[in-house]
């Protein structure tokens, strides 16, 4: 689902859009500025219009969300609400600068999160929340991490992405699905298919970050790794995980060797397409999210697969059931010309059971409470509900806001592949080098 649709380069002309937005509707009222009116939520308040954007486009994309939103039509009756579609982070930033912003706004990243929070792009909704006496215990606590940043909560969940292992039954030949990383290694080994030449046929795991969405930072909670000190400062040099995870990837890479994993690699199919390698029977496991399970039910069919946690580190096994997660957040843009309806409306989508449990039935994403998780409702099979039991778990991790989110993940997605070309001599070095990129970008930004 979401972050196929958002590359880092947009992400960075976002954040480049957000570090200077200043302006905005300043006339506009203010999310909590005003009581609340008394009585029934439905009753008391006004009629309005309110314009909701987000960034679905697909059709069925489009006609969850107003499934979802027709819950809200029909408790609050007087309050339209018009969906524009197809709208990016960008686009939203640029339409609060000039002011002219949405009543809500979604998107598919958390990584400007810390922006929008810092520069005020979208309103802080900690005031509505305690006025509205919501518990945000209902929302497991690594999706309250990701929408918030310095004491203001800017943002709220929607529907989470979660990253875990898919496994081609029929290649694995008996074998369980390895749950620390030298039994991954010992079975991709073990599964991999070569000719006669050392050309690689079938991959029992591609380690390499370059390879859809192995990208380092879905694959850090393998090995429990930190981003950031305490202070906000750069983590990647000193914190231990890093050094293990890509040590891990290198061996593996060499094993395989770099130039064939490579040739290999670049022979394979789209991984938005239906000629995916793992639809193909190229690859034996692969990292991925869960929205793959509902591309496989349209695009391979017959395909007999399972899935299960990532394995992690041989002395984390606490970690093991944990996993990466990232998702969509909503919220109250500055200059919101009906802000209370719009906090109804955020309210509704983040909080209301059945609308969460409508938006993932139709999209195939995790949703975001306790509740809608646990719901009778939520359609599920064993390999949807491996995902929704990653999210649940205590140890699943993201990525900490950041004002430069993106920035840090692309210095070290750089480093990483020249990591595993064979292209640096020192590990500590060229971490100790990624650490002074994040740091002196830090400096920049007035941290």
Same mark, same amino acid.
């Given at each position: 689902?979401?972050?196929?649709?958002?590359?880092?380069?947009?992400?960075?002309v976002?954040?480049?859009?957000?570090?200077?937005?200043?302006?905005?509707?300043?006339?506009?009222p203010?999310?909590?500025?005003?009581?609340?009116?008394?009585?029934?939520?439905?009753?008391?308040?006004?009629?309005?219009?309110?314009?909701?954007?987000?960034? !679905?486009?697909?059709?069925?994309?489009? *006609?969850?969300?107003?499934?979802?939103?027709?819950?809200?039509?029909?408790? !609050?009756?007087?309050?339209?609400? *018009?969906?524009?579609?197809?709208?990016?982070?960008?686009?939203?930033?640029?339409?609060?600068?000039?002011?002219?912003?949405p009543?809500?706004a979604?998107?598919?990243?958390t990584?400007?999160?810390?922006?929008?929070?810092?520069?005020?792009?979208?309103q802080?909704?900690?005031?509505?929340?305690?006025?509205d006496?919501?518990?945000?215990?209902?929302?497991?606590?690594?999706?309250?991490?990701?929408?918030?940043?310095?004491?203001?909560?800017?943002?709220?969940?929607?529907?989470?992405?979660?990253?875990?292992?898919?496994?081609?039954?029929?290649?694995?030949?008996?074998?369980?699905?390895p749950?620390?990383?030298s039994?991954?290694?010992?079975?991709?080994?073990?599964?991999?298919?070569?000719?006669?030449?050392?050309?690689?046929?079938?991959?029992?795991?591609?380690?390499?970050?370059?390879?859809?969405?192995?990208?380092?930072?879905?694959?850090?909670?393998?090995?429990?790794?930190?981003?950031?000190?305490?202070?906000?400062?750069?983590a990647?040099?000193?914190?231990?995980?890093?050094?293990?995870?890509?040590?891990?990837?290198?061996?593996?890479?060499?094993?395989? /060797?770099?130039?064939?994993?490579?040739?290999?690699?670049?022979?394979?199919?789209?991984?938005?397409?239906?000629?995916?390698?793992f639809?193909?029977?190229?690859?034996?496991?692969?990292?991925?999210?869960?929205?793959?399970?509902?591309?496989?039910a349209?695009?391979a069919?017959?395909?007999?697969y399972?899935?299960?946690?990532?394995?992690?580190?041989?002395?984390?096994?606490?970690?093991?059931?944990?996993g990466?997660?990232?998702?969509?957040?909503?919220?109250?843009?500055? /200059?919101?010309?009906?802000?209370?309806?719009?906090?109804?409306?955020v309210?509704?989508?983040?909080?209301?059971?059945?609308?969460?449990?409508?938006?993932?039935?139709?999209?195939?994403?995790?949703p975001?409470?306790?509740?809608?998780?646990?719901?009778?409702?939520?359609?599920?099979d064993?390999?949807?509900?491996?995902?929704?039991?990653?999210?649940?778990?205590?140890?699943?991790?993201?990525?900490?806001?950041?004002?430069?989110?993106?920035?840090?993940?692309?210095a070290?997605?750089?480093?990483?592949?020249?990591?595993?070309k064979?292209?640096?001599?020192?590990?500590?070095? /060229?971490?100790?080098?990624?650490? *002074?990129?994040?740091?002196?970008?830090?400096?920049?930004?007035g941290?």
């Amino acid at each position: 689902m979401h972050r196929r649709f958002l590359t880092f380069a947009t992400a960075a002309v976002a954040a480049a859009a957000l570090t200077a937005c200043t302006a905005g509707n300043e006339g506009a009222p203010a999310l909590g500025a005003q009581p609340k009116p008394s009585g029934s939520a439905s009753a008391a308040l006004p009629a309005a219009t309110i314009e909701l954007w987000h960034g !679905f486009s697909a059709p069925a994309e489009v *006609k969850a969300f107003e499934d979802a939103v027709a819950g809200f039509r029909k408790k !609050f009756p007087q309050i339209t609400v *018009k969906l524009v579609k197809g709208v990016q982070d960008d686009q939203i930033t640029q339409a609060v600068r000039g002011g002219k912003a949405p009543d809500v706004a979604a998107s598919f990243t958390t990584d400007n999160v810390a922006q929008w929070c810092k520069s005020g792009t979208f309103q802080d909704l900690t005031p509505v929340i305690k006025q509205d006496g919501i518990d945000l215990s209902v929302l497991p606590e690594v999706s309250r991490a990701y929408t918030e940043f310095g004491g203001k909560r800017c943002v709220m969940p929607l529907l989470a992405d979660v990253y875990g292992l898919y496994y081609n039954k029929a290649l694995m030949k008996g074998n369980e699905p390895p749950k620390t990383l030298s039994e991954l290694t010992e079975l991709a080994k073990k599964l991999t298919v070569r000719d006669a030449d050392g050309t690689i046929k079938v991959a029992g795991f591609i380690p390499s970050s370059q390879y859809y969405e192995n990208t380092v930072s879905h694959l850090a909670p393998m090995v429990d790794a930190k981003w950031y000190n305490e202070d906000g400062t750069s983590a990647i040099g000193s914190d231990p995980g890093w050094k293990r995870l890509l040590r891990w990837q290198k061996e593996l890479v060499d094993w395989y /060797g770099y130039d064939k994993l490579e040739k290999f690699r670049k022979s394979l199919g789209q991984e938005w397409s239906a000629d995916h390698p793992f639809y193909e029977g190229k690859v034996a496991m692969t990292l991925d999210g869960e929205w793959r399970n509902a591309m496989i039910a349209n695009e391979a069919k017959g395909l007999d697969y399972g899935t299960a946690p990532l394995p992690v580190a041989d002395d984390k096994p606490d970690l093991y059931g944990s996993g990466f997660t990232s998702g969509t957040v909503i919220g109250v843009p500055k /200059g919101a010309k009906n802000p209370q309806a719009a906090w109804e409306l955020v309210k509704y989508l983040t909080t209301d059971t059945a609308g969460l449990v409508t938006l993932s039935n139709a999209l195939r994403n995790v949703p975001t409470t306790k509740a809608s998780l646990e719901s009778p409702d939520l359609k599920k099979d064993a390999n949807f509900q491996i995902f929704l039991d990653i999210f649940a778990h205590p140890k699943t991790n993201t990525i900490p806001p950041s004002v430069n989110s993106t920035f840090n993940q692309e210095a070290l997605q750089e480093f990483s592949a020249q990591w595993e070309k064979g292209s640096v001599a020192d590990l500590d070095a /060229g971490l100790a080098e990624v650490d *002074k990129r994040v740091n002196d970008k830090l400096k920049l930004s007035g941290g």
